[in-house]
């Protein structure tokens, strides 16, 4: 089993830029699947970026393509997700979620078992 603690969240204008970390705890993190999620107020919880542990292949969401950039350093069992560009429509609570067997897709968040806390954004404009 693992924990998850996400960090980096706040408020930035629009354009600007955040890194959310997730800490992990476990000696096994490194062959989790991990994602990223995010729910604004009133919306359901969406898609944002995964990272396989096998072969470190990622994904994202086609809302956050080419701004944001999914990655994990194995040594600090921390995932990280850089942000860049940031818009108003990107203000949620962000969530990381791991699974060293993920049920479905990685972009179905039911899929995985172990969730951090979460961690504000918000994007003003």
């Known amino acids: 089993q693992v924990q998850l603690v996400e960090s980096g969240g706040g408020l930035v204008q629009a354009g600007g830029s955040l890194r959310l970390s997730c800490a992990a705890s476990?000696?096994?993190?490194?062959?989790?699947?991990v994602g990223w999620f995010r729910q604004a107020p009133g919306k359901e919880r969406e898609f944002v970026a995964a990272?396989?542990?096998?072969?470190?292949?990622?994904y994202y969401a086609d809302s956050v393509k080419g701004r944001f950039t999914i990655s994990r350093d194995n040594a600090k069992n921390t995932v990280y997700l850089q942000m860049n560009s940031l818009k108003p429509e990107d203000t949620a609570v962000y969530y990381c979620?791991?699974?060293?067997?993920?049920?479905?897709?990685?972009?179905?968040?039911?899929?995985?078992?172990?969730w951090g806390q979460g961690t504000q954004v918000t994007v003003s404009s």
């Open positions: 990272i396989k542990w096998f072969g470190g292949s990622t």
């Open positions: 979620a791991a699974d060293p067997y993920i049920r479905g897709t990685y972009s179905d968040y039911t899929g995985y078992d172990y």
């Open positions: 476990g000696r096994t993190f490194n062959k989790y699947d």
